[in-house]
């Protein structure tokens, strides 16, 4: 099957909007390259609708359930198991976020499946159970409304070296959902403290984005941790943060 992620660096069409792109290309490759992807392309993806009726979408809807349950399974699927809250309609939970939902959560799977899976096993636990897939959208909710803070968002992409703000942003989702996890795991929350974890951290993280990063990014070593692992990769012959490949979706 066809990647729909892989995040090169090969120039954008700028003509096409996002959802051009998406409905033309079996890709998103052509709107994350440097050149083009900004936060307005960002916000761009949220808008575009998921479709049960379009192959993609299950294709990748799928292909995340078969990551995070170890399963092959690819019939009679009980989306519930992985957090969504309309199993007959799974299309409503993501009337907030669109395809970034799906986009973000792929993008953290490639990076670091492992820590998703241990996130995604805790939510299944029987005392601290909650919507694992609910909390990936509300926390892409959250990154959507930093978008809103033109002076935090700065903050945030000047992090990147190359000013890439779809790096940058998946670096907060990461962030957020990991700093999540951590209260989650370590306080022993459940379902009633599902909401007030979200406005917890959110509000945490905009009092100083830059630490927030440093503590709770991917890289958890220095302000330079997205420069140095970019170039690391780089380096050894590998991909860089923004050309993420996605396989066998």
């Given at each position: 099957m066809n990647n729909i992620g892989c995040f090169?660096?090969?120039k954008s069409r700028a003509s096409k909007t996002?959802?051009?792109?998406?409905?033309?290309?079996?890709?998103?490759?052509?709107?994350?390259?440097?050149?083009?992807?900004?936060?307005?392309n960002y916000r761009a993806i949220s808008q575009i609708i998921f479709e049960t009726e379009r192959e993609i979408d299950m294709r990748t809807v799928i292909h995340i359930y078969q990551q995070l349950t170890q399963s092959q399974q690819i019939e009679h699927i009980d989306w519930e198991v992985i957090g969504f809250q309309n199993k007959e309609n799974i299309k409503s939970d993501f009337r907030a976020v669109g395809l970034l939902?799906?986009?973000?959560?792929?993008?953290?799977m490639g990076q670091d499946l492992a820590k998703v899976r241990q996130?995604?096993?805790l939510s299944t636990d029987k005392v601290q159970n909650y919507p694992?897939?609910?909390?990936?959208?509300?926390?892409?909710?959250?990154?959507?409304?930093?978008?809103?803070?033109?002076k935090i968002t700065s903050q945030l992409i000047n992090l990147h070296e190359e000013k890439n703000a779809f790096v940058a942003l998946q670096e907060y989702y990461i962030a957020l959902l990991k700093r999540f996890d951590e209260r989650w795991r370590n306080e022993k929350l459940k379902i009633n403290d599902f909401n007030?974890?979200?406005?917890?951290i959110e509000i945490e993280s905009k009092k100083d984005i830059v630490k927030f990063i440093q503590k709770n990014g991917q890289t958890?070593?220095?302000?330079?941790?997205?420069?140095?692992?970019?170039?690391?990769?780089?380096?050894?012959?590998?991909?860089g943060l923004n050309q993420t490949d996605f396989s066998n979706i």
């Open positions: 090169s660096n090969k996002p959802e051009e792109i998406y409905n033309n290309d079996s890709s998103f490759s052509h709107i994350i390259s440097q050149q083009q992807f900004d936060p307005i939902g799906l986009l973000n959560l792929l993008y953290f996130i995604y096993e694992f897939m609910l909390a990936c959208f509300n926390i892409t909710n959250l990154t959507l409304r930093l978008l809103n803070n033109d007030v974890t979200l406005d917890q958890q070593s220095s302000i330079n941790g997205m420069k140095n692992m970019n170039n690391s990769k780089k380096q050894k012959g590998g991909k």
